[in-house]
């Protein structure tokens, strides 16, 4: 899986390919849910052998351009070029299915997800991003294993669009 040292490499490409194509971005931030509690109950190689099946998983569940990093910890990012926010929010929920529907050595694990996506042809990393992170933080509100999206695309300031959270089917 791809880290954050890629992704810096990869967000100048993303930017430029979206203003030449007129198409959005967008960005899939996910968290799996109660991780310290299989680190601290079962062991840190479980948490390790947890880490390797969902990265297999997410993976395996994305078309060929899509990319996945791991930001740290048990934190994913998915990068899905010329997609969307609904488009984002279905991949995100077949994400989610992926690794909650069956066990991970021997465990249940759960993962939430925020969504956002540029507007076409507009998209600037910091801005999606920071959507697709309040909408993860909502995810957790409303009780984790769900996929929450921020409403709007989201433009650069100047474009006076804001975000806000609109459920989806957890």
């Known amino acids: 899986m791809l880290n954050r040292n890629a992704l810096h490499t990869r967000v100048a490409e ?8 007129r198409e959005p971005v967008a960005l899939i931030v996910g968290d799996l849910d109660n991780f310290k509690t299989i680190n601290d109950g079962h062991g840190h190689a479980a948490g390790d ?3 390797k099946d969902v990265a297999y998983r997410l993976r395996k569940s994305l078309r060929a351009y899509d990319l996945a990093y791991r930001l740290g910890g048990e934190e994913f990012l998915v990068v899905l070029p010329g997609a969307g926010a609904e488009q984002a929010a279905e991949v995100a ?5 992926s690794i909650s529907d069956e066990p991970i050595a021997g465990l249940l694990v759960t993962i939430s997800f925020g969504v956002s996506a540029s507007a ?8 999606v991003f920071s959507g697709a992170d309040l909408a993860l933080y909502r995810s957790k509100q409303d009780g984790r294993n769900r996929v929450r999206v921020s409403a709007a695309p989201q433009l650069t300031p100047a474009s006076g669009a804001t975000s806000t959270e609109i459920p989806l089917a957890a």
Request: no cysteine; proline share 4%.
């Open 120 to 127: 076409p042809g507009e998209f600037q990393y910091d801005d």
């Open 14 to 21: 993303l930017t430029q390919q979206a203003a030449i194509l």
């Open 49 to 51: 052998a947890v880490l």
């Open 93 to 97: 929920e077949t994400l989610r299915r």
